[in-house]
T-cell receptor, first 116, second 111 residues
Framework: DAGVIQSPRHEVTEMGQEVTLRCKPISGHNSLFWYRQTMMRGLELLIYFNNNVPIDDSGMPEDRFSAKMPNASFSTLKIQPSEPRDSAVYFC?????FGQGRTEAFFGQGTRLTVV | RKEVEQDPGPFNVPEGATVAFNCTYSNSASQSFFWYRQDCRKEPKLLMSVYSSGNEDGRFTAQLNRASQYISLLIRDSKLSDSATYLCVVNSNNAGNMLTFGGGTRLMVKP
């Protein structure tokens, strides 16, 4: 299995531009998570999906952020318009629950976003 | 109070030392617990899962104390390659399989 695949790996954009981050979860995993990591705040959960349905988006910073999961194999995180304070590493992770509530989550390599 | 709390460190230890990290969590309904390792500029990777009172894998031992709501990670015979950030993760299954991460504890193993 190729693991969780994120694209792009790096993104540099100007303030005000739209940014779209993409994620392909591991096949068969039914939960997908978007995290943001900064030195100041560590790993923050932005939103997570169960069976393509958003379950908790309370971590989404504001209306400029939106996430979709149109099918089990693809998700996007969009920032419009972007601001310098959005600069961070954005991780996508997927997981599956297997027997007796056990679960393991695997992360993609992340997208390093810089907004100038 | 944060849901999952860790001492950020850094813990500076010599090679061969034994080091332990603690993590406390606030949600008493949490079902499963994990330790992830994150190297600089890399993604977090699963180190150990903790479903019952504890788990051991080679030099690594994780223990869970539900009454006191903390998890620990013990690393014996530290290697230089153990230098990383260790993230405590809590899964509250009643919240729909949501993983909450602690801020991480940084470990630096010196020769």
């Amino acid at each position: 299995d190729a693991g969780v695949i994120q694209s792009p790996r790096h993104e540099v954009t100007e303030m005000g531009q739209e940014v779209t981050l993409r994620c392909k979860p591991i096949s068969g995993h039914n939960s997908l998570f978007w995290y943001r990591q900064t030195m100041m705040r560590g790993l923050e959960l932005l939103i997570y999906f169960n069976n393509n349905v958003p379950i908790d988006d309370s971590g989404m910073p504001e209306d400029r952020f939106s996430a979709k999961m149109p099918n089990a194999s693809f998700s996007t995180l969009k920032i419009q318009p972007s601001e310098p304070r959005d600069s961070a590493v954005y991780f996508c992770a997927s997981s599956v629950v297997f027997g007796q509530g056990r679960t393991e989550a695997f992360f993609g390599q992340g997208t390093r976003l810089t907004v100038v | 109070r944060k849901e999952v709390e860790q001492d950020p460190g850094p813990f500076n230890v010599p090679e061969g030392a034994t080091v332990a990290f603690n993590c406390t969590y606030s949600n008493s309904a949490s079902q499963s617990f994990f330790w992830y390792r994150q190297d600089c500029r890399k993604e977090p990777k699963l180190l150990m899962s903790v479903y019952s009172s504890g788990n051991e894998d080679g030099r690594f031992t994780a223990q869970l104390n539900r009454a006191s709501q903390y998890i620990s990670l013990l690393i014996r015979d530290s290697k230089l390659s153990d230098s990383a950030t260790y993230l405590c993760v809590v899964n509250s299954n009643n919240a729909g399989n949501m993983l909450t991460f602690g801020g991480g504890t940084r470990l630096m193993v010196k020769p």
